[in-house]
């Protein structure tokens, strides 16, 4: 049976599909809205606004790779898929950044976790940001609507034994815990999520709003890096791309300018304040790039003298959100737990130490169960989150120090990560921290735990959500955007991804991102086009 | 935790050193032959790499012969393969850290480390290693775990080191 390879069949049908590394001279473009960004905002942006009837250009930095690229094998996947070949560092290198930089964006290499907007967050965000119009149930029909278009729905295979091991632990404490819904159709239960799909199941940007979009008469401009709005009167003229090598490290000598009615930016948490701060945005609060977060992440490793196989099967399947639940969410930072998918180089990256030590725990690779515990950064005063700056080539930086009130939630993750792991059955855990040598019994772990020291690269923390730096408000003083993704100072710039948020969400964030968008996007459409929008399912 | 004083130490020694190694950078690059280097690495960068490597995996490696030396040679280029891939940024601060790290005054001084590196034993650089692991300096942290995700992300990302570890492989597709 051969898979079928949608893009490559719709670059055959004729869709308009620019690749900027071959250009060989400038370029212009015209269009009722240009869209930044290939991932989740941009996606969705990008199919209801094409079938409003509106000309839209997708603008993409990444490269176009799909099911026939992908091989299933990391040391393709990160350099071609990932932002910065999946090393992107926090300013202090702290925090190792997961994100895409390919067309569909993260949502081309995200374990498909799906959750709706917690309950919880939106009404933060109706108390200390005014957003009254963000409630659970005015959000509903947006997150109804991206579930059928995305087939969001709950994941009724056995998880794999590395997420039986998480929901076995909480039996055995009695915390509770749930399965996930996934965005997957006829999905193999592979388990590389992470490095593209390889059979199309997960239904990622790549394989459906963007392939809705190009066959609606959209352009797809790939391997353009935005590199800044020309703003003029309180408004966006053009959109100035420079075109990137093949490889997509440096730079083309030459430009693609796109000029448009309308400018929609979902370049992601760190690209689309950095394009912004690029084009000198008017910004009078100072908020613009700040109050970034990352859900700050800690890692525990359990040998389980028995087959894991943490490489295979859906990566991510059972949660629990018991330790945001039983505390309040102002107070000290909770977490959610979830297990990370186990391949060789994430894995080996990780785990911290080299030598005979390093090589003792590969040696138990198979048989390794790992777990995460997700900080919900960003509902403390202590918790402000980090700032995206630009480098001297003007590519983004983000500074996250992380504080405090963080660390403490560090330490508490560690501990509740060791316990719930040795309930499983675990032989040994390994806090993924330089000064750990591995604990034999939880009285071990517990004793051991108190005494790390909380510090930069000792302790390792890592990230794959980027959330905030355009946050939206109700008050012009507390957000950049209002509560329908508009850039305050911008008549024709609308905000359309993760960025947007006040806080960080609490969980996987690509629903969120994608009813947003939808949202956003169908009010953006009828307002260019005084009809109401098109449905998107 | 360090003091600032202390992290604005580390910063002027490491600047004063970059500074000279800027010079021997430079001659660094010429000293590769025309097209006998894979891009990404020059022969004095991979004489580093080369001698971190059998101390990062330790364990990992053959234990010697032709095998061990393959082996070295085929991560070197993984990870001049890896650095090639990273971004223009991160490649200049790594062009930096090697630079530094094949300064001789640098590496005695900041590494500890009085053989160069093709003397050096895996035990002279795992102590090298470990003392920048838990340096009271956040930059030289830094840099052990970036030597660190290099060496082990070049050997585990190749088919050849998966066996060992009990991993099959990628599922093969019809």
Known sequence: MTIRDPILEGIGAGWQVIDASKLEADRELEADVAIVGSGAGGGIAAEILTKAGLKVVVVEEGPLKSSTDFRMRESDAYPQLY????????????????????????????????FRTPPTTLAHWQREYGLKELSVEALAPWFDAVERRLNIRYWDVSPNENNAL????????????????RNVKGCWNLGYCGMGCPTNAKQSMLVTTLPAALAGGATLVHHLRAERLALRGGRAEALEGTAMQAAGIQPLPYRLRIRARHFVLAAGAIGTPALLLRSHAPDPQRLLGRRTFLHPTTVAAALMGHAVKGYAGAPQAIYSDHFLDSVPVGGPIGYKLEVPPIHP???????????????????EFANTHAMLALLRDGFHPDSPGGSVQLRDDGTPLLDYPITDFVWDGVRRSWLTMAELQFAAGARRVYIVHEQCGGYASLAAAQAGIAQLPLQPQLARVVSAHVM???????????????????????GNVTVCDGSLFPTSIGANPQQSVYGLAARNASRLAEELTARPAPALA | MPTRRQFIKAGLLGGAALAAAGLFWSRGLKEAPGGAVPPGLTLSQRSIVAALAPAILAG??????????????????????AIAGLSAAAQKELGELFALLGFAPARVLLARLWPDWEAATPAQVAAFLQGWRFSRFALLRSAYAGLHDLVLGAWYGNPDAWEAIGYPGPPEMP
Request: charge should be positive; include cysteine; proline fraction near 3%.
């Open chain 2, 60 to 81: 990992a490696l053959p234990a010697s012969g032709e095998a061990r030396r393959l082996a070295v040679a085929r991560t070197v280029d993984g990870v001049g393969v």
């Open chain 1, 468 to 490: 905030g730096g355009c946050g939206m408000a109700a008050d012009e003083r507390r957000g950049v955007t209002d509560v329908w993704g508009r850039y305050r100072q911008l």
């Open chain 1, 83 to 114: 932002q910065e070949s999946a090393a992107r560092k926090t300013k202090d290198k702290a925090i190792n950044v997961l994100q895409g930089r390919c067309v569909g964006g993260s949502t081309t290499v995200n374990w498909t976790s799906s």
């Open chain 1, 345 to 363: 180089v994430l894995f080996a990256t990780t785990l911290h130490g080299y030598g005979e030590m390093h090589r003792n725990l590969m040696a």
């Open chain 1, 166 to 181: 998480l929901r076995q632990a909480g039996w055995a404490l009695g915390v509770p815990v749930a399965p996930m819904r």
